[in-house]
Nanobody
Framework: VQLQASGGGLVQPGGSLRLSCAAS???????????VGWYRQTPGKQRELVAS???????NYADSVKGRFSISRDNAKNTVYLQMNSLKPEDTAVYYC?????????????WGQGTLVTVSS
């Protein structure tokens, strides 16, 4: 599975962006145990989980983005979105999408290329 992340850019504080993560194959099918997450990373810091969504539509958010970010998916397009509202300068980072797929009780991670989000006036 290949993941293609897009949608980053420059936005002013308080603005919005929507990131997309498109998978080359089917995700969240009945035969797979998938979780898709958005992570972000800034220079000198570890990559951190921003939001994730499971096959069962369970979602999880970092405390720093709760109430501002929303993760969703379009099964027909094999795409997961991250809607980011009320953006702050501290949201500036490279954002990565990740697919964790469990196969025979063994997790396998797939990563997309990063997309840069810059929040600045």
């Amino acid at each position: 599975v290949q993941l293609q992340a897009s949608g980053g850019g420059l936005v002013q504080p308080g603005g919005s962006l929507r990131l997309s993560c498109a998978a080359s194959g089917s995700i969240f099918s009945i035969n797979t145990v998938d979780t898709v997450g958005w992570y972000r990373q800034t220079p000198g810091k570890q990559r951190e989980l921003v939001a994730s969504i499971t096959r069962e539509y369970d979602t999880n958010y970092a405390d720093s983005v709760k109430g501002r970010f929303s993760i969703s998916r379009d099964n027909a397009k094999n795409t997961v979105y991250l809607q980011m509202n009320s953006l702050k300068p501290e949201d500036t980072a490279v954002y990565y999408c990740n697919l964790r797929r469990w196969e025979s009780n063994i997790p396998r991670d797939y990563w997309g290329q990063g997309t840069l989000v810059t929040v600045s006036s």
